[in-house]
């Protein structure tokens, strides 16, 4: 059964885009895996990867070849740890992609307890502002706010968040408080780029309404701030601004007023999930649910 163990030494070739990457993640010698790989290709009969000095990259037998070979990869691996996983508790390393002001603000608590629940578990939390590659990088998991970007990646819900206006108190007395959605063309208002038009909710009545905007910020945290700083209105998740609000920084405009539910998903490159981060997942479900 030598074949798969090359299967999965494969897999990690074209996972890595490099046999130096590869072996190094296999913890082997870089001729060694290069010699299997060319082996496993006479054996098929079929060229698996296109090499060049500077890439490598699968032929097409070699991407339906990756396809099927992770699958049982995966489920080999999953099996292993199942079993494992009747004899003791999750353990290893949990690598995993969070969204920054979000994972801070909200998430941090909830990554606290649940390392107190499985001492055995260590993390590798990247906050990075940067889309992760799930495919090529060895991240167990990321969890990111918003519809997921690709459907080739598996999307598993935790949570919808429901955004609301804020503002500081100066910013209110010095520009007043708008009464309706309205009003917000002649405020300030804090905005994603090309988003200067907000959808509001009002139980079953919803508006599209332009916002008036001097900054256009790619970072919710920034947002925050400047919202802080007396600069605008802020249209934010309420889990992302508790700190400001239980210390009067921010105040909540407009309160029968909310913006569309924002999903929080937690976003994989396969269902075939190490018992660690399934753990972490039910975990984020069961806690995000009960708030």
């Not at 919710?220 to 007396?230: F, N, P």
Request: with cysteine.
């Amino acid at each position: 059964m030598e074949f798969l163990n090359d299967m999965a030494l494969f897999v990690e070739v074209v996972k890595a885009r490099s046999f130096r990457g590869a072996a190094k993640v296999m913890r082997m010698p870089n001729s060694t895996l290069s010699r299997r790989i060319g082996l496993l290709e006479k054996a098929i009969g079929l060229r698996l990867l296109h090499r060049t000095t500077r890439k490598l990259e699968p032929t097409e037998a070699g991407q339906i070849y990756f396809e099927r070979c992770r699958r049982i990869v995966d489920e080999a691996r999953l099996a292993h740890e199942q079993l494992g996983d009747m004899l003791e508790q999750p353990s290893g390393q949990l690598r995993i992609s969070l969204p920054v002001d979000y994972a801070i603000t909200y998430l941090a608590p909830l990554i606290a307890e649940f390392a107190r629940r499985y001492p055995d578990i260590s993390f590798d939390l990247d906050l990075a502002p940067r889309r992760v590659d799930l495919v090529s990088e060895p991240f167990d998991l990321a969890i990111r706010i918003g519809e997921p970007e690709s459907s080739h990646m598996i999307a598993r819900p935790l949570a919808r968040l429901r955004p609301y206006l804020y503002a500081s108190a100066r910013y209110l007395a010095r520009n007043g408080e708008p009464g309706d959605p309205a009003a917000l063309a002649g405020h300030d208002c804090l905005c994603m780029p090309g988003a200067d038009r907000w959808t509001l909710h009002n139980g079953t009545h919803r508006i599209k309404v332009a916002v008036g905007n001097r900054f256009d910020i790619n970072n919710v945290g920034m947002i925050r701030r400047l919202a802080t700083l007396d600069m605008g209105i802020a249209i934010i998740p309420e889990e992302i601004v508790a700190d400001e609000l239980a210390d009067g920084q921010l105040r909540r405009v407009m309160p029968q007023w909310e913006g569309a539910p924002i999903p929080v998903y937690a976003i994989s490159e396969t269902r075939l999930l190490p018992a660690k981060a399934q753990r972490f997942i039910e975990f984020l479900r069961e806690r995000l649910k009960a708030s």
